[in-house]
Each structure stands twice: as C-alpha cells, then as structure tokens.
C-alpha cells in the first residue's frame, strides 16, 4: 500500500453532524459571495464606467475576472489535493474579500481592472474548492443532493444578484456592490476557521510542477485573451490574435509534454485514460460551448429583434434561474438514489438543452416572450442537471487524493468551451448578419443612400437598440427620393436580418450540443456497489469490508 492510498478520506471520519454542517453552510456561503460576484457587478458597471471614464477598457474588467479565475482553478484545484481544502479556501476567500474592498475604492478604471483580476483568483480558488469538498464530506451515494444544493445556490445568485446590483448603485453608489462581499466574506471565514476539519493528507515530501505551471499559464492566458478580443478589439485574421492562439497551441504541446514526464503532475493525464472522465469533461466542454455560448444571444434578440427593453430582458433570466434551481435540487435527490446512473441523467440533461436551444433556433421576429421565457426555462431545466451529474460521475470515479485536481479540471474545460463557444458563435452571427442585411436592403435605398454608410449601419446596428442612433438612422434616410416609410422598412430589415443571424448561430450551437448528446451516451454507467469498491479501494487500497 502506498503513502497516498493510506489517506482516509475526510467522509470516513466520523466528523459531528455540527462540523458536517456548519463547513457546509460555509462551502454554500462561498459558493454564493463567488456567483453573486458575477451577476452583481454587471449592472453596475454602466454607472462604473460613468464615474471612473476608459470606456474603452469596459470589458476588461470583465474579461481579466474570467481569465485569473480560469488559471486559478487547475492550479489551486492540484494544490488543494497536495496540501488540503482548508488553508487554500481561506486564503482564496481573503484575496477575495481584499480585493473586492480595493475595487470599491477604485479611481480609475485601471486600478478597477488590476483588483479585478485578484478577485478573479479568489473567486477561482472559492468556486474550485466548494464542488471538491462535497465530495470530501459526503460517501458517493450521499453527493448527489449536495451537489444539487451547489448548483441551485448558484442559480440563486443569478436571481437576486441583479435586482440587487440595482438597488445599490441607484440608492447607495456602485462601490457597495464591491462592500457587500466584506461582511459575507468575513463570516465565511470565520465559518471555516471554526469548523472546517483540520486534514493532514500525508507527511511525504511533494515537488510542484513549475514547468507545467508555466507553461498553463502561457497557454490559458493567450487563449483566454484571444478569445475576449477576437472580433471585437482586433480582427480573427490580425496578427495579434493569430500570434496569441499560437502561442497557447505551442503551449498546450509543452505543458503535454512536461506533465507526462513529472514527478507530481499539475494535471496528470492517467485521468483521462478513465472512460468516465473523459466523456465527461467532453460532454461538458461542448456543452459548455453550445449553451454558453448560445444563452448569451437572448437578451440581444429580445431587445434587438423584439424591441424590449434591457430591464425586460435581464428579467427573463429570472425564470431561467429558478428552473436550475428546481431541477438541480431534484436532480440531486434523484442522483442519491440512482448512484452509478450517469448515462440516463446525462443523456436527459443533454436531451432537455438541445431541445431548448434547438426551439431558440426556431424564433422570429414575431416569437411571442413568453415562448422564448418557455424556451430558455427548458434549457435551464437540463443545466440544473448537467452540472451535477458530469461533476459527480467524475469525482466518483477518480482516486480520492486526485479529487481536487479532477473536480478543477471539469470545471476548467466547461468554462473554457463557453470562452470558445462564445467567441465562435458570435463570430457565425456577425459574418452572417452583413451579407444578409446587405442583401435584403432594397436597390432604391442602395441607389439614394451611400454604401459606405449602409456598410456602416450593418456592421454596427445600434439602432436597433439606441435611440439617438435611431434618430440618426432618420437622418441619413432623409434622402430624394425615399418616402417617410422608408425608415420602418430599414428598421425591418435590420430586425430580420439579426433575427436570421442569430437563429443561424444558435442552430450551430444546436449541432455542437447534439455531438455532446451522443458523447452522453459512452458514460459507463456504474452499480452503487461498483461505485462504493471504487472508492474504497481507491482511498485504502483494498475492497471494502462485507
């Protein structure tokens, strides 16, 4: 037996049902001050950039979260395996904390960004930690459920973090949306000072993987970046963008090469030889890409297409939340029951999003809102599932000391394929939309109306959802020849035009999502006694006593 093998999992502890729940508690806690982070902020930033200028860096303080999370995540996910949950979730919850109380102190969009990319590391360490630590309190036909909870607190967050972003930015001032993590921090911390178990894993010497370490950051990084400019700040062809996913190509290679040949690997790639593993962290990256990077597309269609307004269309993400909610708290019930049952959930989870990304495929430009509110529930029903279930069936079938590093993985690739799916998808609907919209105009527009300004219109048509740009719009319109209807038949086209456009994009996300379908169906599904051996002798390196 070796001296990894020897270590007793924390579940096989005998820990009092009040340190079981308290650190619970804790880990949801987290898990909410990291989501509400993200869905908080957003509403406020118009009124950020207001106040601090560089609207030009609007993104960034966006795009740099998502980037020092993604790297962050694989990183502490390893160390966390090596060294325990307990020192890296307070400590991640700290810079956190930290960072959030300089954000609110920001006084220029720079410094804004640089605090930004610390609470993205904190951010990284506390959504890592909190899937990897169900898995360390409960027995694998106890997960299930908890792991519903993890995913219906994050839901909860999309529900109350905007409404709440509003409140204090419109009563208060937008640097309370950065104050408010102190005090939930704060108490997270305590939680985790007072309950969290104290685990030493094993006394043995550990080496940290610096090659690897490097060489992930220099290929996240210049993905990551590519991926968020691409289209927007630079052309897909520019050498800028060209040269960064070059890099993180060379660099994938490299860190390929160093972790085959590691004493203790960042990321060992034994686990992928596992069946399991590796369909689910493929299920999960072309999940990731098909519905991530499709749901985007929605509030641009209600109020582009549709004509609602923003705070309509931030509504509608309501209905979508609480539908996760709901389906993973059941969901979580069901995996109890059904444990080794990754198939059929997979595969239903899957069925319900290409079902409901493939009705987004189907809209108009005269969709009633209620069907696309239908639509995206339908999506929000398999997403509460999804999660789940990909993180379970990988966490059940690794070895309990890979726990940390095979949870962050997971995680890593799904958030990686909505950076891609992103990226991609926008890329479909905007080639799309200007060869359409182009050839739709009628000649008599095209003959009294100069290309250049049409181009122009097509490439950003802001007047669909701007009204100083739609004034401007009746302007250039005002031409001999062109009669007062002219204006609503433009307005028209535009409308069909990105209707057609992002219909097109969510139909390809619809083909991604459904090669993820049939990837559902190769999960090996597993007996309850089958998954209890595993791990058993997983962690002791024997069969469990009869």
Known sequence: MNAQNSVTPMYA????KKQVFWTLAGVMLAMLLGALDQTIVGTAMPRIVADLGGFSLYTWATSIYMITSAVATPIVGKLSDTYGRRLFYIIGISVFVLASFACGLSQNML???IFRGLQGIGGGVMMTNSFTVIADLFPPDKRGKYQGLLTATFSLASVIGPTTGGYLTDNIGWHWVFFINIPLGALAIFVFLKFFPRFQRDKLKHSIDYAGLTALILMVVPAMLALSWGGVNYKWGSP???????LAAVMFVLFLVFESRAKEPLVPLSLFKNRIVAVGNLVSFLM?????????FVPLYLQGVLGYSATSSGNMQIPQSIAVMISSIIAG?????????YRVMGVISMLLICSGVFLLSCLTISTPFWMVIIDICIIGFGM???????????????PYEMLGVATSSSNFIRSFGGSVGLAMLGAIMNNRFFPVFINSIP???KNAVPMDQLTALARNPNALVNPEAQLQLQQMLNQPGLDAGTYQQVMQTLKESLNTAITQAFFIAFIILLIGLAAAFLMKAKSPAEVRAAQHKASTGALPPR
């Open 111 to 113: 410094e804004l960004i």
């Open 288 to 296: 990731g890409i098909g519905m991530f990077g499709s749901i985007v």
């Open 384 to 398: 509460g599932i999804t999660i789940p279930i990909f993180t379970l069936a990988i966490q059940n079938n690794v």
């Open 443 to 445: 000649d008599s527009i």
């Open 333 to 341: 019930q069901l995996m109890s029951r059904w444990v080794g049952k």
């Open 13 to 16: 502890q005998q820990l009092p």
């Open 240 to 246: 800028v963008i060209i040269g960064m996913f070059s």
